[in-house]
């Protein structure tokens, strides 16, 4: 007991004291659009771009697709294209997640009067990979750790559907898991909101054109905040949730 009490005291305090003023190494974040003139005729980034995530005339980039892989910035000629280090990228609106010179960053995350009454002081999320490859689902369960600790914000992550008050869907879907989906969906109790959390779950990702695919949940049931990344960092997806329940730093 005493040298369980000895290195904790040696360690200190290692919960991220602020999220939203967070710093941390070596990520890729927001895409950044320079202002710079595309040449004539380039299509690089276009070409470069794995999941279809930029589009021309103008450029911009779609952070619901893009999966962060840096590929595009190279091959670009006029050197239009960067990444920074901003992780709060989350979005209410899907439309919100559209980047160009002129649209820098993510539409904000808005504060729902409703949500904020019903689940600002007390949160509880069902987690579904529905064909993920597991990197989101890290970053989901990396919540809990001691580093963010999304339980000192009475967010938590539960067990069953029964206890869940929000959806947290990873991964494109499968035909496979679309049925797992739905029962889980059903068995949550109402009022209920959905949380789509990286670029599968958003648009499909990489795997958008699958035939091994079945996103109609989406179609039924529009996610109540969007997170992009692939995977998104954790504090990607805790920064949006106390944004959505509008709880202050």
Request: glycine share 10%; net charge positive; hydrophobic share 40%.
């Given at each position: 007991?005493?040298?369980?009490?000895?290195?904790?005291?040696?360690?200190?305090?290692q919960?991220l004291p602020?999220?939203?003023q967070?710093?941390?190494?070596?990520?890729?974040g927001?895409?950044v659009?320079g202002?710079?003139a595309c040449?004539s005729?380039?299509q690089?980034c276009?070409?470069a771009?794995p999941s279809?995530?930029i589009?021309l005339?103008p450029?911009?980039i779609d952070l619901g697709?893009c999966?962060m892989c840096?590929?595009c910035?190279?091959p670009?000629?006029?050197?239009?294209?960067?990444?920074s280090?901003t992780f709060?990228?989350?979005s209410?609106?899907r439309?919100?997640?559209?980047?160009s010179?002129?649209?820098?960053?993510p539409?904000?995350?808005?504060?729902?009067a409703?949500?904020?009454?019903?689940?600002?002081?007390?949160?509880k999320?069902?987690?579904?990979s529905?064909?993920g490859?597991?990197?989101?689902e890290?970053e989901?369960?990396?919540?809990?750790?001691?580093?963010?600790?999304?339980?000192?914000?009475?967010?938590?992550?539960?067990?069953?559907?029964r206890?869940?008050?929000?959806?947290?869907l990873?991964?494109p879907?499968?035909?496979n898991?679309?049925?797992?989906?739905?029962?889980?969906?059903?068995g949550?109790p109402d009022?209920?909101?959905?949380?789509a959390?990286g670029a599968?779950?958003?648009?499909g990702?990489l795997?958008?054109d699958?035939?091994?695919?079945?996103?109609?949940?989406?179609?039924?049931f529009?996610?109540?905040l969007f997170?992009?990344?692939?995977?998104?960092h954790?504090?990607?997806?805790?920064c949006?949730?106390?944004?959505?329940?509008g709880i202050?730093?």
């Amino acid at each position: 007991m005493l040298k369980a009490i000895r290195v904790r005291i040696s360690q200190g305090s290692q919960t991220l004291p602020d999220p939203r003023q967070a710093k941390p190494v070596g990520l890729r974040g927001t895409p950044v659009v320079g202002a710079a003139a595309c040449a004539s005729g380039c299509q690089a980034c276009v070409a470069a771009c794995p999941s279809a995530a930029i589009t021309l005339a103008p450029l911009q980039i779609d952070l619901g697709r893009c999966v962060m892989c840096g590929d595009c910035a190279p091959p670009c000629p006029s050197a239009r294209l960067s990444f920074s280090d901003t992780f709060q990228l989350a979005s209410t609106d899907r439309a919100g997640l559209l980047i160009s010179a002129e649209r820098p960053v993510p539409d904000p995350v808005r504060v729902s009067a409703a949500i904020r009454s019903r689940f600002g002081r007390s949160l509880k999320l069902r987690s579904v990979s529905a064909g993920g490859c597991n990197g989101c689902e890290l970053e989901v369960n990396a919540l809990t750790n001691v580093n963010f600790d999304i339980g000192r914000y009475g967010i938590d992550i539960v067990a069953s559907p029964r206890h869940a008050d929000g959806l947290v869907l990873t991964g494109p879907i499968t035909r496979n898991m679309a049925q797992a989906l739905q029962l889980c969906w059903d068995g949550m109790p109402d009022p209920k909101l959905v949380i789509a959390v990286g670029a599968c779950a958003i648009s499909g990702g990489l795997f958008e054109d699958s035939p091994a695919l079945d996103r109609a949940f989406l179609q039924r049931f529009r996610p109540t905040l969007f997170v992009p990344g692939c995977p998104p960092h954790p504090l990607t997806l805790l920064c949006g949730l106390l944004d959505l329940l509008g709880i202050p730093s």
